[in-house]
């Protein structure tokens, strides 16, 4: 799908192997009793990933990336509402999903307090820059109650979202 000048994936990741064949470290299902079918979660949102995981080999399928922060923000040329697909938001909400891309509030996994958060109403991505700090790395991300995509520094250690971009 061709957004902002881009060629987006519609779908998160999910794969728990990279390019050349290796485990992915921390490839996270859903799997926490507020979230008990994780079969149906994994289908819907795909897999969480911390930052080491994201960015230690190829996760994205051939000839793709994960995109930079830059390339997140330029989505903010749209009204969030036509990018939020509408039965995985919190209620009410007035998405209509009709440039196709399909996002999903999937929440992230907090590494500190082992448990999934936010479920409807946050989803985050990693970016392909890569972080010195050892603790705190940027991600794009919104919420429900947030009309454009920002930048937020998370635990490099917490699970959210893979996506990617030609």
């Excluded at 290796?22 to 859903?30: D, K, L, N, R, S």
């Excluded at 994201?54 to 922060?69: D, E, N, V, Y």
């Excluded at 209620?91 to 399909?102: A, D, H, I, L």
């Amino acid at each position: 799908m061709a957004l902002a000048g881009l060629c987006w994936c519609t779908e998160n990741l999910r794969s728990t192997l990279y390019q050349d064949g290796t485990e992915v470290p921390f490839a996270q299902p859903y799997y926490h009793s507020l979230y008990p079918d994780s079969a149906q979660y994994r289908t819907v949102f795909g897999l969480l990933y911390d930052y080491a995981s994201a960015t230690g080999g190829q996760l994205c399928p051939a000839g793709w990336r994960l995109p930079t922060s830059e390339e997140w923000l330029s989505l903010n040329l749209y009204n969030m509402t036509e990018l939020r697909a509408p039965a995985y938001w919190l209620t009410p909400n007035s998405n209509t999903n009709s440039k196709g891309f399909n996002l999903r509030a999937a929440g992230f996994f907090n590494a500190a307090t082992q448990r999934f958060e936010n479920l409807y109403g946050f989803v985050a991505y990693w970016t392909s820059e890569i972080s010195t700090s050892t603790t705190l790395i940027p991600v794009a991300c919104t919420t429900y109650y947030c009309p454009y995509f920002e930048l937020k520094d998370i635990k490099k250690t917490d699970g959210v979202r893979g996506n990617y971009e030609l």
